[in-house]
């Protein structure tokens, strides 16, 4: 059992060698875009999780297992929904409400774009929202097919 | 019996579909919907807004209030924000039960 | 009557799962069919925000046919898309956890026929 037999052959693991990284950053794209362009959180995290399943799919589940345990995708899924509470929380005393838009206005991320223009330091606190629900969805779907990938190679066994 | 209950099932969603409203023109104002209503703005127009473009400002709307483009991404992060953080409790709960069915066993 | 040929699509989708549902006893099948459903209701709430001719409610690289004097009236409804976002993710970890719990039920009775897993298992 040492996880050769259910590799894919050489073509189809070199390519996903290739893809896995522009897949990555078209991820990080459609994230940090969520507030601009069609897209944020929740497409971005699926597409990043795609490219996990990628891997698992080109190398076998147990190989990708032992370099990225999925405990630590779970640890990942949720520091995104901490950091999703906390900014919220941030809005009690930085403003009014739970989940106030406390930066909009404000010189940095506040930005209030005119007609025509779209500035990728506008939207106060939604980037970092769109970041947060980002990093639970690819941790989280990752983490559930890698553990169903699993489970069913345990039942060949 | 069960083939009874589902045609009747299907029969009133085959009626309801001939009865709604015309597709592709939602209501444009309050007033055609409630006449007593005392403003007339509906609450999508609200959050698309309205752009003065002599002054070259916004009136109201989801830009000027939450200043991203992306109307869509600020009525899921803004307005129903609270929905966004009750679905990502169901992605959290979903995925916990999903690693206490098969998380422990293969230890 | 041809005009409102989008909900008679979502209503043939409904229909289709909840044949799915109620007629079949393979517990994938069904899974499918809870699926099925779950696209049917999130294209009703794409179409009750459809507007005619509308573009989507993003003001970056608007058509060049837009001026900012028709805009509320050219865009479509934001609101049901929002909810229909919600209800993906929602539709997706539900269906992880239905898969989860059939795979379960396989290695503990061996079968995926509904009748047959009612008993309890000695």
Do not use: C
């Amino acid at each position: 059992m040492n996880g050769d037999e259910e590799k894919m052959t050489v073509i189809v693991q070199t390519i996903a060698a290739l893809l896995f990284p522009i897949t990555l950053i078209f991820s990080f794209y459609v994230i940090m875009h969520g507030h601009l362009t069609p897209g944020g959180g929740f497409q971005g995290g699926a597409i990043g999780a795609s490219a996990i399943v990628l891997l698992i799919v080109a190398y076998g589940v147990r190989n990708i297992e032992k370099r990225m345990k999925e405990e630590n995708l779970s640890i990942f899924e949720s520091l995104g929904g901490l950091i999703f509470v906390v900014v919220s929380i941030f809005g009690i005393f930085l403003a009014t409400a739970f989940l106030a838009n406390f930066l909009v206005g404000k010189a940095i991320f506040g930005q209030i774009p005119a007609w025509g223009e779209a500035p990728l330091n506008s939207g106060g606190v939604l980037p970092i929202l769109n970041i947060a629900v980002g990093m639970k969805v690819i941790g989280g779907l990752s983490a559930v097919v890698m553990l169903l990938a699993l489970i069913t190679k345990e039942g060949e066994r | 019996m069960k083939k009874i209950a589902f045609i009747v099932f299907f029969a009133f969603l085959l009626f309801a579909s001939i009865e709604m409203r015309e597709f592709g023109k939602p209501p444009s104002s309050v007033k055609e919907v409630f006449p007593n209503a005392n403003y007339d703005v509906t609450m999508d127009d609200r959050i698309i807004g309205k752009y003065n473009a002599s002054a070259e400002k916004w009136e109201y709307g989801a830009v000027e209030e939450t200043g991203a483009n992306n109307v869509v991404t600020s009525v899921v992060f803004d307005y129903r924000g609270y929905d966004t953080l009750g679905e990502a409790t169901v992605l959290f709960t979903a995925i916990a039960g999903v690693m206490l069915l098969f998380g422990r066993e293969r230890k | 009557m041809i005009y409102n040929l989008p909900f008679i699509t979502v209503v043939l989708l409904i229909a289709i799962g909840m044949y799915a549902i109620i007629f079949k006893r393979n517990l994938i099948k069904i899974a499918i069919g809870i699926t099925i459903v779950e696209s049917g209701v999130n294209l009703f709430l794409i179409t009750l925000g459809y507007r005619e001719g509308g573009v989507a409610p993003i003001f970056t690289n608007l058509p060049p046919n837009i001026s900012p004097e028709q805009i509320p009236e050219k865009m479509v409804l934001p609101v049901p898309q929002a909810l229909t976002l919600t209800s993906i993710v929602i539709g997706v970890a539900v269906l992880a956890l239905i898969l989860a719990f059939v795979i379960n039920i396989y290695k503990n009775y061996g079968t995926l026929d509904a009748n047959k897993i009612r008993r309890l298992k000695e």
